[in-house]
């Protein structure tokens, strides 16, 4: 029988170690997976109301707490304690919308034909696809985690989740919360596991679905580790999401918003802004205006109210940026940005000044890497063409976004850019309306909106003869 061994979690705000929590062994993530397996079959019996009635009492749960929530989120991975309320929040917005659709999506889909009137019943029924594992990661740790675990409890099948070792805690509060909501025990576990376990688990033939939110390199893990069985994974992988300033945009409003994508979270965000092109007009003045909204920003301990960006995850991810810049500057780009404004900032710590570049080009990593922190390159461009050119010359395609008053403009551009989600005048959001989805090495698969039930349940046609003579 393998030993079972303790995580630490260190916290980014000092470094000290916040909590622990006991990792499973191989043998109890098996259990583990045996009684989720039992657990759905009678869990999908449940009519899809109830389950709608439940998923709205998890919600009200963890609302209640959110307080307590925000500030543990903060110690586990350094949002300044400001916004992590907001994260509850937008959890109980998009759970909510996911709610309010669950019954129309999952409901049957009658095939009507006047000709066959009383002589066939034809239909197709959207059956749920058995045990979901689900491994979310720490940057946003209750919204991502809702994309996947909402849907697939609604949709009738069980839940393992399998969260960041950095905000494990999270996991463990969803838990809690569908216990007070009074879901079935089983249906939903937090497992805290190992990653070599996590591979197993994935090849597991218990195991009929794998939703994977991080790296990508983690999603080719993913993907080999499932190769062996015939079931889909959903990856939500990279990004370098691209804006682009035309010179008909609301300067002032287009400035202070992308500031904001760019630097929100220590840039810490899958879809958050990571290049811009500004069109020759306006670029000068833009560049101008962007550094002095990102001069106002305060680098600092995350628990004082006054700290608008705090740190990085780790020491390692802020040393990664860091190299990120030195790089682009020894290949000439120009950094704007006096990292002195910002005292905190002490290199082999995850505090990090946020940087703007200029004079970058795309054989400069910090324009082609996903950077995940805050550092922003600008580049000039002469055209929507040249434009639309630098956008997709990308491995990644999650996000991307037009800053113009134009709407037929943005609508012609966005049709030519290769991406999830097109975005005009805005950015940095997931509109649970919308299915949220990714190409090229930004992964594959979809959450939210109603298509997002679509990836959690299996079709199942019913031929029904119904006379004979």
Not at 100 to 112: R, T
Request: proline share 5%; glycine share 6%.
């Amino acid at each position: 029988m393998s030993r079972s061994s303790v995580l630490k979690i260190v916290t980014p705000v000092d470094s000290t170690t916040y909590a622990t929590v006991q990792i499973a062994t191989s043998e109890q993530v098996q259990a583990a997976v045996e009684r989720a397996t039992k657990a759905q079959k009678a869990w999908k019996k449940v009519p899809v109301k109830e389950r709608v009635e439940m998923g709205r009492r998890f919600l009200q749960a963890l609302q209640s707490r959110k307080d307590e929530l925000a500030k543990e989120l903060t110690m586990q991975m350094g949002r300044p304690l400001r916004y992590t309320p907001g994260e509850i929040n937008g959890t109980q917005e998009r759970g909510t919308y996911m709610l309010d659709v669950a019954e129309e999506a999952l409901q049957d889909v009658e095939i009507n034909d006047p000709n066959l009137q009383g002589k066939f019943k034809r239909f197709i029924r959207k059956e749920p696809v058995g045990v979901v594992l689900i491994i979310a990661p720490w940057n946003y740790p209750y919204l991502s985690s809702l994309n996947g675990v909402l849907p697939s409890i609604l949709a009738g099948n069980s839940v393992i989740l399998k969260h960041s070792s950095q905000t494990p805690l999270c996991g463990e509060r969803f838990a809690q919360a569908w216990t007070e909501a009074g879901l079935p025990v089983d249906v939903f576990q937090c497992i805290h596991m190992s990653h070599a376990d996590t591979e197993s688990l994935v090849a597991n033939p218990l195991v009929n679905y794998v939703n994977f939110t991080g790296s990508v390199e983690g999603g080719h893990r993913i993907q080999e580790a499932a190769s062996k069985k015939f079931i889909a994974t959903g990856l939500e992988l990279g990004g370098k999401d691209p804006a682009y300033v035309r010179p008909d945009c609301d300067l002032k409003y287009t400035v202070e918003t992308l500031v904001d994508g760019s630097f929100f979270n220590s840039g810490q965000c899958c879809c958050a802004i990571e290049r811009i092109y500004v069109h020759a007009d306006i670029y000068d003045e833009f560049v101008k205006l962007f550094v002095e909204e990102t001069k106002n920003y305060r680098l600092g301990n995350p628990l004082e109210p006054e700290t608008t960006l705090g740190p990085m995850v780790k020491a390692k991810a802020a040393d990664f940026v860091r190299d990120q810049i030195a790089e682009a500057v020894s290949q000439g780009a120009k950094t704007h940005i006096d990292t002195a404004l910002f005292p905190a900032d002490k290199p082999g710590t995850p505090y990090m000044a946020p940087q703007v570049l200029t004079e970058v080009t795309h054989k400069m990593r910090v324009m082609t890497e996903e950077s995940f922190g805050p550092v922003i390159g600008i580049m000039k461009v002469a055209s929507d063409e040249e434009a639309i050119q630098w956008m997709n010359d990308s491995e990644f395609g999650l996000s991307a976004s037009i800053w113009t008053k134009d709407a037929d403009a943005a609508l012609r551009i966005g049709d030519q850019i290769e991406t999830g989600t097109w975005f005009m005048n805005r950015c940095d959001y997931l509109d649970p309306a919308l299915a949220w989805v990714g190409v090229k090495d930004s992964g594959r698969g979809c959450t939210l909106s109603k298509f997002g039930y679509d990836q959690v349940t299996r079709l199942k046609s019913f031929h029904l003869k119904l006379v004979t003579a």
